[in-house]
């Protein structure tokens, strides 16, 4: 069979949005949604999701671009074993977990700086992923990133998973693709 991640269920392989809502559980400590899908490594990543908190750029969701490019990774249709790798917009950090669960060299998670308490609050929940996170606003020139995103640079793979639906900010990222 080809591999997957599957939710915390016996017989529930995630395939797209609509199997989202067959999983998770509320967790009152964080006060969110918590979801678990075990990787093929058997590691659980737990992920925490609060829909009421997302604004209009849709932070705070998991998106189903996050579950795909992750199965794509565990089917090895990109293999990122020994690679330095970025993920932009991460949001919850599934996409990077994957990536380091599949054996990436590092692995830096980035996301604007309001969203990033909450990925730091998933990876802590996380405790076998070594995925480093740093705030990275799109457009923002080059001295002004966070040391953790030049200090690990030159990446060897860029990831994006539902990174942006706004037009508006398409040049801004460009522009940040060109300057790491």
Not at 1 to 18: F, L, R, V
Not at 163 to 175: E, I, K, M, N
Request: aromatic share 8%; with cysteine; glycine share 6%.
């Amino acid at each position: 069979p080809t591999p997957s991640i599957t939710a915390s269920k016996p017989d529930g392989i995630i395939t797209g949005i609509d199997s989202l809502s067959e999983f998770g559980f509320f967790d009152a400590k964080h006060k969110m949604w918590r979801r678990e899908l075990v990787l093929p490594c058997g590691n659980r990543a737990r992920v925490l999701e609060n829909p009421n908190d997302a604004t209009e750029s849709g932070e705070f969701f998991l998106w189903p671009a996050s579950l795909t490019i992750s199965q794509l990774l565990i089917q090895k249709v990109v293999s990122v074993r020994g690679l330095s790798v970025l993920e932009l917009g991460s949001s919850h950090g599934l996409t990077s977990m994957t990536a380091f669960a599949q054996g990436a060299k590092t692995v830096l998670a980035t996301d604007q700086a309001h969203v990033l308490p909450f990925l730091q609050k998933i990876l802590l929940l996380n405790e076998w992923c070594r995925v480093r996170s740093a705030a990275l606003e799109w457009g923002a020139s080059p001295e002004s990133y966070d040391p953790a995103i030049s200090s690990a640079a030159p990446y060897d793979l860029v990831l994006g998973a539902d990174v942006t639906f706004w037009r508006a900010s398409f040049p801004a990222l460009l522009q940040t693709l060109r300057d790491i």
